[in-house]
Antibody, heavy 116, light 107 residues
Framework: EVQLLESGGGLVQPGGSLRLSCAAS????????MSWVRQAPGKGLEWVST????????DYADSVKGRFTISRDNSKNTLDLQMNSLRAEDTAVYYC?????????WGRGTLVTVSS | EVVLTQSPATLSLSPGERATLSCRAS??????LAWYQQKPGQAPRLLIY???NRATGIPARFLSSGSGTDFTLTISSLEPEDFAVYYC?????????FGQGTKVEVK
């Protein structure tokens, strides 16, 4: 069974940093691109970033470009999202998803709250 | 970026009724449109990809059609577990974009 499990969320002050991780199992992680999608409280879904299977190609939403960095460790089957210069509008549940196009499956998500 | 507009925002129906959800794109996305279902407190679940392909385990009552800019998700006969929010998402262009969602609620 394919499983994705996010971790690393929490409360952080504006301007602070946080690193999210996604542990993958049940599939050949190194063969698939992976993505992050977020959902602000009570709002819709927003694509954040995607990384290729080998990790050499990345893409970001304009809203996070220059502040967030996506990476992966294919030896450990993990996907990371380094988030710097966090803003109140980054408050959301962050989901990792398998795939670059459509996302299947999704993890349960981890909540990031940016507040003073 | 491609803007996806879903309608209606809310659909109030009874179990057993037919639900028809619309997703319109600001420019052509070919057939590269997906649909997701999200229940409160849960992650989204993929229902449909590439316009008309049901994901693994998705019941046959979920049907989707369209191409280019106009797409429709039909739930032929609503089951109690189908009351949820539904999102469309295009995967033809970067950035990937989602519609704002349609809530299917119990009438």
């Amino acid at each position: 069974e394919v499983q994705l499990l996010e971790s690393g969320g929490g409360l952080v002050q504006p301007g602070g940093s946080l690193r999210l991780s996604c542990a993958a199992s049940g599939f050949t992680f190194s063969s698939f691109a992976m993505s992050w999608v977020r959902q602000a409280p009570g709002k819709g879904l927003e694509w954040v970033s995607t990384i290729s299977s080998s990790g050499d190609i990345t893409d970001y939403a304009d809203s996070v470009k220059g502040r967030f960095t996506i990476s992966r460790d294919n030896s450990k089957n993990t996907l990371d999202l380094q988030m710097n210069s966090l803003r109140a509008e980054d408050t959301a549940v962050y989901y990792c998803g398998k795939g670059p196009g459509f996302f299947d499956p999704w993890g349960r998500g981890t909540l990031v709250t940016v507040s003073s | 970026e491609v803007v996806l507009t879903q309608s209606p925002a809310t659909l109030s129906l009874s179990p057993g009724e037919r639900a028809t959800l619309s997703c319109r794109a600001s420019q052509s996305v070919g057939i590269y449109l997906a649909w997701y279902q999200q229940k409160p407190g849960q992650a989204p679940r993929l229902l449909i990809y590439d316009t008309s392909n049901r994901a693994t385990g998705i019941p046959a009552r979920f049907l989707s059609s369209g191409s280019g800019t106009d797409f429709t998700l039909t739930i032929s006969s609503l089951e109690p577990e189908d009351f949820a929010v539904y999102y469309c998402q295009q995967h033809n262009n970067w950035p990937r974009t989602f519609g704002q969602g349609t809530k299917v609620e119990v009438k």
